[in-house]
């Protein structure tokens, strides 16, 4: 180095506490609504009585505020500290970091507030609604933007294994949201999907898995491959190992989404691809945990005195038992037990609470008294929040698993006459109220170990300084002269575009295969002829169950199996959801299948069910919904809804709109007729009549279909 001038510059440490902190409160607020959800399910009265604390509106709120809220700040305040000093080099510029910052809170602030007033798209992990997704789109580029700069005037010749993972989780989020996401406007809180019912699931399910594996798992591993070896003061286990496990996992990741699809009316050739590619990931994802955990050769007797790798430990594992038990439930006979269960819920929760939760705790536990230069203010409080976290998690996990287990069999159970032995759904939701009970304990561990953790951060930097800049200093970077043995990979770690546009055709790849035929090629998606678009009034019904989160607790999607057959009536066709925008099959069971409750019941059925679940069903544990009586829905916007629909496809005649609520009244005096001889008075633009129309309809195409076929 003698002769080299040095560069003298300064990390901007900030911004970094900024983010830090948002991750903390928001984790507090996510944690503390999924406790309430949790306690709903099996104590109704913490719906609260009111439309906007119902498990169905609140779920999403919780989902969001966990995965965007706290893992995404926790994501951004571990690439603005680790990524200037892999680089050598301060953020690209200081006025978009702090764009991003207050862009993701107002993203953020935005979703608190419309989930729960019922402005959804109904999406998993993507419900928030157009002008949302637009603001996410820009803000996420701006966030690449920062990273991209900072990459071209940095002043480190090769990029470290954990910029490779940054780098593919924005171009690969970027991507996923913006198709996922296309959708034409009706007004500013209501749009409707661009794909529809099986080309939807495909898409959304594309989104959905790799929302999990780019903003869940591919950002966590860059973090890992940073703060784990910095913690630990070693070295990563095997730079070669990290190589394969990076391309290995971008591109192989892309391809599983329809695993979360099997036995659905997805065609099977997709199917079979995702179980496919979601096996083989076991390979990289091992490689990943296994890189992590031998990193700490060495090291394990400061791991059972330093809370901060106690912490890392856990995570690590909990993220290769996660990605075990993904690829294991995409086996085919394994997910015919296993979908539709509180399974899917442990498995998510094991990733989500160990992998993410655990890793950004022990992050911040490390952050923190770097930046206000001062020690942890007590080892035994983080020692504390460890433990109280794990129990958390066995308690949340274990019952679940039990839960999942109760289900199925009981689901799937005959009788030694061949009929179902247990007809009532709500005989299996009532045998696994202890374990609801557990898993709502398992919560309440969690967060007390995060209040925990509040304490000893706010302790920590009282006794400390807070160093806003630090400063550093290296030499400026020299124009690179090629010399014979370079390794390949090293030759293109000094190439970031380069770099960028390979991660980027190894992600496209997967989902061109996937998606392109499914929307391009009719033969996929088999039409039926009976199968026509909603009415009006049932429109605006299928509007308002997507807007209380029905969704969340109903699947509609009968399988091929003969116990759901048995209960719900004829399997779900391909061709029965081609005008369902978005589609609703669903990803859990807390209530039955409704593909075929069309007819099921009368009117009056349906009424007092919303008004008092348990008067049609005793002992349900369903919130009510009174107010859908009294409530008055806005038809006005029928017009806008209808031509909306008709530019996306939908075969309404031209013109239709002007005659659309007309329609929509006579067929809401009909309902009223009959709810009316049930000694039942309603008005017919109470929202209880628009969610009846719908309901009614469910699954009634198909049985056209049978009558005219004998």
């Known amino acids: 180095m003698s002769g080299t001038t040095l560069e003298q510059f300064k990390y901007d440490n900030k911004i970094v506490k900024y983010f830090g902190v948002a991750t903390i409160a928001w984790g507090i607020v996510g944690m503390l609504v999924g406790v309430l959800a949790a306690t709903q399910l099996f104590l109704p009265e913490a719906n609260l009585g009111n439309p ?64 729960p007033l019922g402005i959804t798209s109904s999406k998993e992990y993507a419900e928030l609604e157009w002008p949302i997704d637009i603001l996410i789109a820009v803000v996420w580029v701006a966030f690449g933007a920062n990273m991209i700069g900072t990459l071209i005037k940095r002043r480190e010749k090769h990029m470290y294994v954990a910029i490779w993972f940054y780098l593919a989780s924005f171009v690969t989020v970027a991507v996923l949201h913006i198709f996922n996401s296309l959708a034409l406007p009706v007004s500013f809180f209501k749009s409707y999907s661009a794909y529809a019912g099986v080309q939807d699931a495909l898409v959304q399910w594309w989104y959905g898995h790799n929302a999990v594996a780019f903003f869940l798992t591919t950002p966590f591993l860059g973090l890992m491959y940073y703060y784990l070896p910095k913690a630990a003061n070693r070295p990563v286990y095997s730079y070669k190992l990290s190589i394969v496990h990076f391309w290995s996992l971008i591109f192989l ?107 950004t705790f022990a992050m911040l536990y490390w952050l923190w008294p770097k930046m206000w230069k001062t020690n942890l203010y007590s080892t035994k409080l983080a020692t504390t929040h460890f433990w109280l976290g794990t129990l958390g998690i066995i308690f949340y996990a274990l019952p679940m698993y039990v839960a999942a287990l109760t289900q199925s ?51 920590t930097a009282k006794q400390g300084t807070f160093m806003a800049e630090e400063a550093d200093e290296a030499p400026a970077l020299k124009p690179h002269v090629a010399h014979d043995g370079e390794f390949w990979h090293r030759a293109w770690e000094r190439k970031p575009v380069f770099f960028t546009v390979l991660a980027t055709v190894a992600i496209l790849i997967g989902g061109a295969v996937e998606i392109i035929p499914t929307i391009l090629v009719k033969s996929n998606v088999p039409t039926i002829a009976t199968v026509e678009p909603y009415t009006p009034l049932e429109l605006q019904g299928r509007d308002l169950y997507i807007s209380h989160g029905c969704v969340g607790c109903h699947s509609q999607m009968i399988r091929p199996f003969r116990s759901e057959t048995e209960r719900y009536g004829e399997y779900s066709k391909a061709g029965e959801f081609v005008y369902d925008r978005p589609f609703l099959w669903g990803s859990k069971r807390t209530g039955p299948d409704l593909h075929r409750v069309g007819g099921k019941y009368p009117d009056s059925w349906h009424y007092n069910h919303m008004v008092d679940p348990t008067s049609m069903s005793p002992g349900s544990l369903m919130p009510p919904y009174p107010w859908m009586a009294d409530n008055l829905m806005d038809h006005s916007v029928v017009p806008a809804k209808i031509n909306t629909l008709r530019k996306l496809g939908v075969p309404y005649p031209d013109g239709y709109e002007e005659q659309a609520n007309a329609d929509l009244m006579v067929q809401a005096d009909g309902i009223v007729k009959n709810l009316k001889e049930s000694g039942i008075s309603v008005m017919p633009e109470s929202e209880m009549v628009a969610l009846i129309a719908y309901l009614q309809r469910l699954g009634t195409d198909i049985k056209k279909t049978t009558a005219s076929n004998p």
């Not at 709120?61 to 000093?85: C, D, E, K, Q």
């Not at 080099?89 to 991003?100: D, E, I, R």
């Not at 919560?443 to 509040?454: D, N, P, Q, R």
């Open 409 to 459: 069999l009981m689901w799937k159970e005959f009788t030694e006459a061949g009929r179902l032995a247990y007809p009532n759904f709500l005989q299996t939701v009532i045998q696994i109220v202890p374990m609801y009970m557990l898993r709502a304990f398992g919560g309440l561990l969690y967060l007390s170990g995060a209040f925990l953790m509040v304490y000893n951060m706010v302790k």
């Open 253 to 359: 990741y892309i391809w599983a989404g329809p695993h979360h699809l099997l036995y659905t009316s997805l065609p099977e050739w997709a199917q079979v691809l995702g179980v496919v590619f979601s096996v083989m990931l076991i390979a990289p994802s091992w490689g990943g945990m296994v890189n992590g955990l031998l990193t700490l050769r060495g090291a394990w007797d400061k791991v059972r005195v330093d809370p901060v790798l106690k912490f890392m430990v856990v995570a690590v594992t909990a993220y290769g038992m996660a990605t075990f038990e993904g690829p294991m439930l995409s086996l085919k006979n394994v997910n015919a037990i296993a979908h539709y269960t509180d399974w899917i819920v442990a498995h998510v929760h094991i990733g989500g609470l160990g992998w993410n939760g655990f890793f």
């Open 52 to 115: 906007y604390t119902t498990f169905g509106r609140i779920r999403p709120l919780h989902t969001n505020a966990v995965i965007f809220a706290f893992v995404g700040n926790a994501i951004f305040a571990g690439i603005y500290y680790s990524m200037p000093r892999l680089l050598k080099a301060p953020m690209w510029n200081k006025a978009l970091s702090w764009f991003h910052f207050w862009g993701w809170q107002l993203i953020i602030l935005l979703a608190a507030i419309t989930l």
